[in-house]
C-alpha cells in the first residue's frame, strides 16, 4: 500500500472581486500501489480507428485515477478520451492543447484517445491497485 | 478577462522506486483563444440527506454548448479508513449516465467540461455531503 497525495490550487484575483484560492489536498483511497507510470505518447488518429490506447478495462482493480494532458501548444488541437467499452464510444474528456484532467476512474472501462491533428502529444498516468 | 490558474501536484514516496513528482500549471482561457475565462457559479455545497440516484449536480442547460469550461468536484465527507465500507459519490455524464468514477471520503477531481451533458452523481448513503465550482464562459 503506498501514499499517494493529489493537490489542486485554484487561484485567481480578478475572476470575482474577491481574490479566489482554492486549495485542496487528498491521498488517493486505499492507498493504491501500482502504476503505468508517466508516459508520454503521440496520438496519430483522428477518429476511433485505431486510437491511442491509454488503459485497459480491469487492469486494476477499483479505483484507480487518471492524470492526463495535452502537451498541444494550440488550444484548437483537441485531444478526446473515450469510453471504448461503453457502446457508441462516448467521449468522456475532451482537453484543449495545453489542458489537463485529474480524476477517478472505475476502472472497469477501458479507455483511449483520438486527436483532431496528427499527431498531438499526450502525457498520461494511471495510479491503481493490481487486480 | 479574468486570469484563473490551475495547479495540480501528484506526489508519492513510495509508489516507485523513486520519489515521483508530478506538477501542472494551466490557466483557464475560453476555447480557442488566449482569453480567460470570466465567469463562475461560486463553490457551492450540497447537502443530500436521502440518497440520490443520478441527480443533476451540474446542469449543461446553465452552459453554452462547445466552450471550455472547467469543473471542480470533491467529497468532503472525512475520509475513512475501512476500505470497500467507506461512502461515495459515483460521477456519471450525460443522460445514458456514463460513469466517469467514483469519489471517496476526500476526494476530488478537476476536469474540463464542455458544457453539452449533464453531470449527475449518485450517493451510496444518506447525508452526504458534495462541493463544486464551475469556471465557465459563455460562447
Given amino acids: ?131 | 478577462m479574468a486570469t484563473t490558474t490551475a495547479t495540480l501536484t501528484l506526489s508519492s514516496a513510495d509508489l516507485t522506486g523513486d520519489s515521483i513528482a508530478v506538477s501542472v500549471t494551466s490557466p483557464l482561457h475560453k476555447a480557442g483563444v488566449n482569453v480567460g475565462l470570466d465567469q463562475t457559479s461560486g463553490l457551492a455545497k450540497k447537502v443530500y440527506a436521502a440518497t440520490q440516484s443520478n441527480t443533476t449536480l451540474i446542469s449543461a442547460a446553465d452552459y453554452d454548448d462547445n466552450t471550455a469550461n472547467w469543473v471542480y468536484i470533491k467529497n468532503p465527507m472525512p475520509p475513512v479508513t475501512s476500505a470497500e465500507t467507506d461512502d461515495y459519490i459515483t460521477l456519471t455524464l450525460g443522460a445514458s449516465n456514463i460513469t466517469l468514477g467514483r469519489l471517496y471520503g476526500g476526494q476530488w477531481c478537476f476536469l474540463p467540461y464542455e458544457g453539452e451533458q449533464d453531470i449527475d452523481i449518485t450517493t451510496s448513503a444518506t447525508n452526504m455531503e458534495v462541493e463544486f465550482m464551475v469556471v465557465y464562459q459563455t460562447a
Fill in chain 1, 1 to 131: 500500500m503506498a501514499t499517494t497525495t493529489a493537490a489542486i490550487t485554484l487561484t485567481s484575483t480578478d475572476l470575482l472581486t474577491d481574490s479566489l484560492a482554492l486549495s485542496t489536498t487528498s491521498t488517493l483511497y486505499n492507498g493504491p500501489d501500482f502504476t503505468t507510470g508517466l508516459q508520454r505518447l503521440k496520438v496519430t488518429a483522428t477518429s476511433t480507428s485505431s486510437s491511442t490506447l491509454l488503459y485497459t478495462a480491469d487492469d486494476f482493480a477499483a479505483i484507480a485515477y487518471i492524470y492526463i494532458k495535452n502537451t498541444d501548444t494550440t488550444s484548437t488541437d483537441y485531444v478526446y478520451v473515450y469510453d471504448d467499452t461503453t457502446s457508441g464510444d462516448p467521449v468522456i474528456l475532451k482537453l484543449a492543447g495545453g489542458d489537463w484532467a485529474f480524476m477517478p476512474t472505475i476502472a472497469d472501462k477501458t479507455l483511449k484517445a483520438y486527436a483532431t491533428t496528427n499527431p498531438t502529444t499526450i502525457e498520461f498516468m494511471v495510479i491503481g491497485t493490481d487486480q
